[in-house]
């Protein structure tokens, strides 16, 4: 089994065991490459038969070839497909402008928690990467959030040898990392040897292409003529930069992602 | 593309350098983004303090705010070598549960101690968990030796305390190496600070460290994780944890202990396809037979099964909120199975600073080692953890919580130890064998068996059991036949049948194929046979024929009683309707079913 193999056999393993022990659940897609990666993974567990719907949390200041995009793959797969936006936040005119920190809590965080609570589900499979970001590298692979989805990052369960945290309080529900050992690179060495297909945002056009995808008005591409997998892998074999310095939320607070996830960001 | 990759763990007392080390070590290995050092640099200004190494790491504010690590994290980073996942432990107490999360994971660790400070309780604790988990690869650095002058003395002193210690859990350290981790000082390059180690820097020795090989070539343990039914067909889904598996092999499936066929390995797109599936690899089979299937059961070859029993023992370290209480039931969980089960009895609580040892306890707790044996309600099938690892280890659930984890080392000497009781019925302890029964059947190529046949008399057991004998004989197995009478002094039939058992069931521990006779067994005397032999190894072979046949082959003074009780265990019935049978074929016909 080479790198791919094994990273491949671990994220099936954890979503096979994701399905059986949890209830209700359901998958995070963010359009972006990560969940894609899963989303093929897990037709892949599941013999081309995804048995858990897919969500998607539409703050309705995505860039709009995502949402054409996520259209029209779900057609092609015939996926089962939930969509929801905090249409209330959105009416009393939550944006960028409120301040970035609190723009994502309202239209994702509380997006999402309208989607747990509405669907009651048990389970969520998220499509998150511990090279990404420093309160991301300490998470679990099932991760325990509470009713209001809280996480309690100062007591995470033990987990040894694949054995996950199972059972838990019901109004909980536990959030499953999949894809938590996979690195950047893996993501997109894999995304070749399979051929999934990808939305075109991450390849190059005049000198730019997006290297982390997210609302429009947060997210800057990077300088980049890297225009094909070939040359992605290439550069991000040799660059400096951080896969999400080109998202505006980061950057507000040195704590800003570890804020916003313990209130249940993903 | 197809680099090697392994898992270290750091781990060690509070403030011992562990976080220090790691970020030396990606700092070294150019392997942290401008972004990251950037940051850092931002949040070691905020605070007001020096570049700190370890933020790197502790990327909780309430990590970098305390100075702790209050969560284990994982980088990466790469040498010419190989790819490495390094683990970051935390070492405070409080925080073991996390510490032990990291170290589960790892195939080696790097066990941090303060040259200034010495051993401290966690480097004793912490050695003592690695060795309860099986690491046998570890390193010892002995930091901070910019604080000892870089003193040689210093270093040996530290290093002779440590391995005295260490050496008494079974944990040999491969090598010590002197280091500043905040100064870099025989971290990614030997030192000239102290020329007086001639051995290797941190980064050098783990490179030098060999990956475990082999997991495909042990016996294979495919634990059942799913059955799935989304289209026509039925897939037996699971992860191969050790072994091979190809299609046409014959399996068996404990502990239900049914056998059948590999008709096929399931894929979802056309180049996964595959004939032949091993170790590591995610799968999913369709068989030949559409039993009834349950996860948790593993799927074994026939010649090469784990151990199945409803009590086991094994080295435990507790977590729980609560105390580990004897008689109190938990959910085990082993591999994908999950069972009720009971502590029987904590053996020995041992406080893994000091050593002391607390024989029969009531209690463990939190933090704490002990030995213990469990009962689980139903027998499973399960490893010593020193055969294999995954099958052979297991995690107790306190109420919602993984409170407790442990391995396996001892999978069936429960039975062997109830046979050594003196005569007021307390068991006396017997010295645990270096040599075990699965050793011998390895040297010997025997998986040894206790074969049972009964029978009226006449019906011609014992031809058949010597020519049985034969066959075996010629075949190359170590087996031999003991004949009831032989050895049966006793003149009440289940005194005998007990004296009988105890002959074979040693026999049967140095490795043979046992092949008895008797005229009957009751229900309770099976029993007793497969408490002391073990129920996997016990086969019942009941030679059936009428009594036309039977009174032609009458001894006499024999009488034509059957008072054999059929189990309901599987058994194996040989038909006789002939007096001048061939009884080397039905041995034949007899060893095509048993092997």
């Known amino acids: 089994m080479d790198h791919l193999d094994k990273l491949e056999a671990q994220s099936i393993y954890i979503l096979r065991e994701a399905y059986k022990k949890l209830g209700k659940l359901g998958m995070l897609w963010s359009i972006g490459k990560d969940s894609t990666v899963m989303l093929w993974l897990a037709q892949k567990a599941f013999y081309g038969h995804c048995p858990f719907p897919l969500i998607h949390v539409d703050t309705k200041y995505k860039i709009p070839e995502m949402i054409e995009y996520r259209d029209r793959l779900a057609k092609e797969l015939n996926l089962d497909l939930i969509v929801n936006t905090n249409e209330e936040a959105i009416k009393n005119g939550m944006g960028p402008h409120e301040g970035r920190l609190v723009c994502c809590k309202a239209l994702k965080t509380d997006g999402l928690q309208q989607v747990v609570t509405n669907y009651e589900f048990e389970g969520l499979i998220l499509g998150i990467r511990r090279d990404e970001e420093g309160s991301r590298s300490k998470e679990r692979v099932f991760s325990e959030r509470n009713s209001d989805s809280e996480w309690n990052y100062a007591d995470q369960p033990p987990e040894l040898w694949d054995q996950f945290k199972t059972d838990f309080k019901k109004g909980n529900h536990i959030r499953v990392h999949p894809i938590l050992h996979w690195n950047e690179i893996d993501i997109w060495e894999y995304i070749k040897r399979e051929n999934i297909p990808i939305i075109d945002l991450y390849f190059s056009k005049n000198g730019k292409r997006y290297r982390s995808l997210g609302c429009a008005p947060c997210t800057n591409p990077i300088e980049s003529n890297a225009s094909n997998l070939d040359e992605i892998i290439e550069e991000l074999k040799n660059t400096q930069e951080t896969e999400r310095s080109g998202r505006a939320q980061d950057q507000e607070d040195a704590h800003a992602m570890e804020k916003l996830r313990k209130e249940g960001y993903m | ?595």
Request: hydrophobic share 35%; net charge negative; aromatic share 8%.
């Open chain 2, 1 to 595: 593309m197809n680099r090697e990759s392994l898992n270290i763990v750091v781990v060690g007392h509070v403030d011992h350098g562990k976080s220090t080390l790691i970020g030396r070590l990606l700092f070294d290995t150019d392997s942290l983004p401008q972004g990251a050092i950037e940051k850092v640099k931002r949040i070691s200004k905020e605070k007001g303090k020096d570049f700190e190494y370890a933020y790197l790491l502790d990327a909780f504010e309430e990590e970098q705010k305390q100075g702790i690590t209050i969560d284990t994290t994982r980088l990466q980073f790469k040498t010419d070598k190989r790819d490495y996942v390094i683990i970051d432990a935390p070492g405070h107490k409080e925080f073991l549960k996390n510490m032990i999360s990291g170290a589960a994971s790892a195939e080696a660790a790097i066990l941090m101690v303060d040259a200034n400070e010495g051993i401290q309780e966690q480097s004793k604790r912490h050695g003592y968990i690695l060795s309860l988990l099986g690491i046998q690869k570890v390193y010892v650095a002995v930091n901070k030796m910019d604080l000892v002058d870089y003193s040689e003395e210093r270093y040996s002193e530290v290093r002779k305390d440590f391995d005295r210690f260490l050496n008494t859990l079974g944990v040999y350290p491969i090598k010590y190496i002197p280091v500043s981790a905040f100064y870099g000082d025989n971290i990614a390059e030997k030192s000239e600070k102290m020329p007086w180690y001639n051995g290797e820097s941190i980064l050098d020795a783990i490179d030098s460290l060999e990956k475990e090989k082999g997991l495909e070539e042990k016996s294979l343990r495919f634990p059942i994780q799913d059955i799935y039914k989304f289209d026509h067909r039925r897939i037996i889904a699971g992860r191969i944890e050790s072994g091979s598996l190809k299609v046409g092999d014959e399996i068996v499936i404990l502990p239900s202990n049914k056998t059948t066929k590999v008709k096929s390995i399931e894929y979802w797109v056309e180049k996964d396809k595959k004939e032949e599936v091993s170790a590591g690899m995610s799968v999913g089979i369709i068989v030949e037979d559409e039993f009834f299937y349950k996860r948790g059961e593993i799927i074994s070859h026939k010649d090469d099964i784990p151990v199945v029993t409803d009590t086991f023992g094994g080295n435990l370290f507790w977590l729980g909120k609560n105390d580990l209480e004897k008689g109190k039931k938990y959910k085990l969980k082993l591999s994908t199975l999950e069972i009720e089960c009971e502590i029987a009895k904590i053996d020995k609580v041992i406080d893994a600073s000091t050593l002391e040892t607390i024989e029969n306890g009531e209690r463990v707790k939190k933090n704490d080692v002990a030995e213990i044996t469990i009962k689980t309600k139903e027998p499973i099938a399960l490893d010593e953890f020193k055969n294999i690892q995954s099958t052979g280890r297991f995690v107790l659930v306190d109420d919602l919580d993984v409170s407790g984890g442990g391995i396996i080392t001892r999978g069936s000497s429960f039975e062997v130890e109830k046979k050594f009781k003196s005569e007021d019925g307390k068991v006396l302890s017997i010295r645990p064998r270096l040599v075990t029964r699965k050793d011998r059947e390895e040297r010997l190529g025997t998986a040894s068996k206790v074969i049972w046949l009964t029978g009226k008399a006449g019906c011609g057991k014992r031809e058949i059991a010597v020519n049985l004998e034969k066959e075996l004989f010629d075949s190359g197995k170590n087996v031999y036949y003991l004949d009831y009478n032989q050895v049966a002094e006793s003149k009440d039939d289940s005194e005998g049948i007990r004296e009988v058992t105890k002959v074979a069931s040693i026999l049967q521990e140095v490795g043979n194929i046992v092949i008895v006779t008797s005229n009957y067994l009751l229900r309770e005397e099976k029993e007793y046979i497969k408490s002391q032999v073990g129920k996997e190894n016990f086969i019942e072979v009941y030679v059936e024929a009428p009594d036309e046949v039977c009174i032609e082959r009458i001894a006499p003074g024999e009488k034509l009683i059957d008072l054999n009780e059929r189990s309901r265990d599987p058994f194996i019935s040989l038909y006789i309707d002939d007096p001048n049978f061939d009884s080397g074929e039905k041995a034949k016909a007899l060893l095509g079913i048993i092997l």
